[in-house]
């Protein structure tokens, strides 16, 4: 029997590379009933979607818990915990088909405010969350403390969780600068960074009523701004309507029912 040609072997041989190495992709667990009802109880997101959204929504959500890990540390977690942290990874990113947070692991919730050191009891603790990077390069802490009051009623314009998201956004073009420049056209770049100073400046003169937090970087202000768009957008649109308009074409979101 004659053998086959090298020209031949080789496709067969990267075929069957291909199928040893490839990552099976992970299995997605549907949401339950009990889940359904505590979106729809807790996150304003959701509970203003219509069904088909909904829908949509929840499958985002299977597949958030899919791909990352949520650890509780020093605490108990709980179903309302993990369902809270995988709504503010969907909010941001609900405009965009297919998005997956590929420069996130896992999550670590703390049961409250921590330091630059993680440590979440004694000491000056004002941290409520953060993306990690060096040797934390790949994870997010949140305080479930911080995580909850985001998603309560008195709240206001604030909520931690979606602002850490939003930084991973940030991030995803490898630079954490406020110019999420995967999702955004080239030509909007200098409109938004003029805008985010001109901002900065009526909160440093108290002409704004935006979190003075935003004044920290532009990574902050898009931060700040974008729990903002989420949390209060009927208030952003009024007050603040170029923001609004910015801020709908990055995230491909419309939160206002025209």
């Known amino acids: 029997m004659n053998a086959l040609p090298l020209a031949y072997l080789v496709p067969i041989f990267l075929l069957t ?16 009933d009990t889940d359904k009802k505590i979106l729809d109880d807790y996150v304003g997101f959701y509970h ?20 990352v890990k949520i650890e509780p540390v020093g605490l108990e977690m709980t179903t309302l915990d993990e369902l809270l942290i995988a709504s503010s990874a969907v909010i941001p ?12 692991t896992s999550v670590l919730l703390y049961p409250d405010t921590f330091d630059k ?6 000491g000056d603790r004002k941290i409520m969350g953060m993306v990690g990077s060096g040797f934390m390069n790949g994870q997010m802490i949140l305080s479930r403390s911080a995580l909850r009051h985001g ?35 080239h030509e909007y770049t200098l409109p938004w960074i003029k805008m985010m100073h001109e901002e900065m400046v009526k909160i440093e003169d108290n002409k704004s009523d935006i979190n003075p ?12 701004v974008s729990e903002y768009f989420f949390e209060k957008p009927e208030i952003l649109k009024d007050k603040h309507p170029d923001l609004y308009h910015a801020l709908s074409r990055i995230f491909a979101q419309n939160p206002i029912s025209e």
Request: charge should be negative.
């Open 117 to 122: 050191d993680f440590q979440f009891e004694g």
């Open 151 to 185: 998603f309560s009623k008195s709240a206001g314009k604030e909520n931690t969780a979606i602002h850490e998201f939003v930084h991973l956004l940030d991030k995803s073009d490898g630079a954490t600068d406020g110019v999420p420049e995967h999702l955004m056209a």
């Open 213 to 224: 937090y935003a004044i920290t970087n532009q990574a902050e202000f898009f931060a700040v």
């Open 93 to 104: 990113i609900f405009g965009f088909g297919d998005w997956q947070y590929k420069n996130l």
């Open 48 to 67: 203003n979607l219509d069904s088909t959204e909904k829908l949509r929504f929840e499958q985002k959500v299977a597949e958030f818990f899919s791909t």
């Open 17 to 32: 590379l291909y199928f040893i190495l490839r990552k099976k992709k992970p299995a997605i667990t549907p949401l339950t």
